[in-house]
């Protein structure tokens, strides 16, 4: 085994130049031409030179110096500035001069998951709705993205493989996260800057690989995770020869020698991003892990707090979407499925500052995992970041559940945010969500001592009240309401189009 470590270790070194090695003036890949640098903050710019050498860096008639430190690293902080549409020249000056054209100004978000934030905006070439004609081959220049090429990593790397800065406008789009796309849409709407996209997802990964090592020993209930983990990649970074990549490693390579990917992906393909200043992230993800209900709760909260302390940007924006309807519908409440328990972890993640949540129980789909409608999800996300981030006034959190209080033969509930107002609502692909005038609630259940679900009648009798019972629980005790893997149908809406979020009042 040993031998093969030290093999794999050596090709390594072969295929990837080192950080450490001198020379010109170098630019990690995180900077291109096109790039979008945040507004409103200080905006880090850094690289390597020769050790001593006096690199300075001008952008928009600000210039600034440093002095490369005896490791060949330099870093500087360029003063922060408002939004600006027009490109830029950035100029980076040593024994060597570097020229990036047309640098904008404006928001910057991580776009980080699995798959579903993966998926482009042409869907991977299959039929889908995630856009219009328009929106793939128009002119969205207003967006530029920057894709993660898919490498893993045994520790944090300094730079990244990517094709650099690219602006969504003939079609280039194509390649964009759909979600983001989406997202960045209805911010420029209503901002009316450049939106920068960091695009780093990778389809069927787990939370595990994405969380840097640190988060796990910061988080109690995850602490006894990562020793065993760790071991086997440890005798890789041990072994005679082994070299740190730069730009990361091929995953049917990095399988050989680590019998987990924890932490590779953060490593190979977010690390080299903490220094870029950004306003905040939006995270897809959640299906890989689907049946570890609480304790998902505890890895979005180490990574989440994690991400914020390598960034040193404090509390930064990190808003998820919750996992949408999938699977074939049941009949049976108490049919559940596992994905009700990851979604309410999901849920509980609220409770970490600076949070919010993106509901789509309503726009999955029963034999596709990767819901097509990734126009609602973009724009739900949004809205978080547009009330919470931005200050504008919108209704942005979906309805949830505040309190049961039992009556007899009925349970009454109550509800937060719900806007204007609770509805039965009817939701068709990309149109607003209707009041369905004729329409009854949907999949709500309701159980009694002996634990045995039973499908309810629900009725809205108040702005945030409604009255769920059946004739089949005479004494009622807890509610359930889309607590299924598929709750199809579920149509409790606020006025303002946003679905209720899956719940349950027991703890059974």
Request: proline share 6%.
């Amino acid at each position: 085994m040993k031998r093969t470590i030290v093999f794999l270790a050596a090709l390594a070194s072969l295929c990837f130049f080192g950080a450490e090695s001198y020379g010109d003036v170098r630019l990690p890949n995180t900077f291109s031409d096109n790039a979008v640098l945040q507004r409103d903050l200080p905006v880090n710019v850094w690289g390597w030179c020769d050790p001593g050498e006096v690199v300075s860096v001008s952008f928009n008639g600000q210039t600034v110096k440093s002095c490369g430190c005896q490791k060949g690293k330099w870093t500087v902080q360029l003063p922060a500035s408002p939004a600006c549409s027009e490109g830029k020249e950035l100029i980076v000056k040593g024994k060597n001069e570097i020229r990036l054209q047309n640098v904008v100004v404006g928001e910057v978000w991580v776009c980080g998951g699995q798959s579903n934030m993966e998926q482009p905006l042409n869907s991977w070439g299959q039929p889908r709705n995630a856009c219009s004609d328009e929106e793939i081959s128009g002119d969205y220049s207003f967006i530029r993205f920057n894709r993660a090429s898919r490498l893993l990593s045994p520790e944090p790397l300094d730079d990244l493989q990517t094709s650099g800065w690219t602006l969504c406008k003939d079609g280039a789009q194509k390649s964009c996260t759909a979600a983001g796309f989406h997202f960045a849409v209805r911010l420029h709407k209503e901002l009316n800057v450049p939106i920068g996209l960091i695009d780093s997802n990778w389809g069927g990964s787990r939370i595990d690989w994405w969380i840097p090592d640190a988060g796990w020993k910061e988080i109690p209930e995850l602490a006894s995770i990562l020793p065993a983990l760790e071991k086997a990649r440890n005798l890789y970074l041990k072994s005679e020869g082994y070299k740190k990549p730069t730009k990361g490693i091929a995953r049917d390579v990095y399988k050989k020698v680590s019998p987990d990917l924890i932490g590779s992906m953060y490593n190979a393909m977010m690390a080299p991003w903490i220094k870029y200043t950004i306003r905040g992230a939006i995270w897809y993800q959640g299906e890989s892990n689907a049946g570890e209900k609480e304790a998902y709760y505890y890895k979005q909260k180490a990574l989440i707090q994690e991400w914020r302390k390598v960034w040193k940007q404090g509390d930064f924006p990190f808003i998820w979407v919750q996992l949408a309807n999938f699977t074939a519908p049941k009949d049976n409440p108490a049919d559940t499925g596992n994905w009700p328990g990851l979604r309410d972890g999901q849920t509980k993640s609220l409770d970490i500052p600076n949070t919010g949540q993106a509901v789509i129980i309503d726009i999955g789909e029963e034999k596709d995992i990767h819901p097509r409608n990734k126009f609602d999800v973009g724009n739900r996300l949004a809205l978080w970041a547009l009330a919470k981030t931005y200050g504008i006034k919108v209704n942005y959190q979906s309805p949830t559940y505040q309190n049961i209080k039992i009556e007899g033969n009925k349970a009454v509930l109550t509800f937060d945010h719900v806007g204007e107002g609770l509805i039965v609502g009817k939701k068709e692909g990309r149109e607003p969500v209707a009041v369905d005038k004729e329409g009854k609630l949907a999949r709500f259940a309701v159980a009694g001592a002996d634990q045995k679900w039973v499908w309810a009648d629900a009725k809205i009798v108040g702005k945030n009240t409604i009255v769920v019972s059946s004739d089949q629980v005479p004494a009622p005790v807890a509610v359930r309401y889309a607590w299924q893997m598929n709750p199809s149908g579920c149509n409790l809406y606020s006025a303002d189009g946003l679905p209720a979020t899956p719940f349950r009042t027991d703890q059974w």
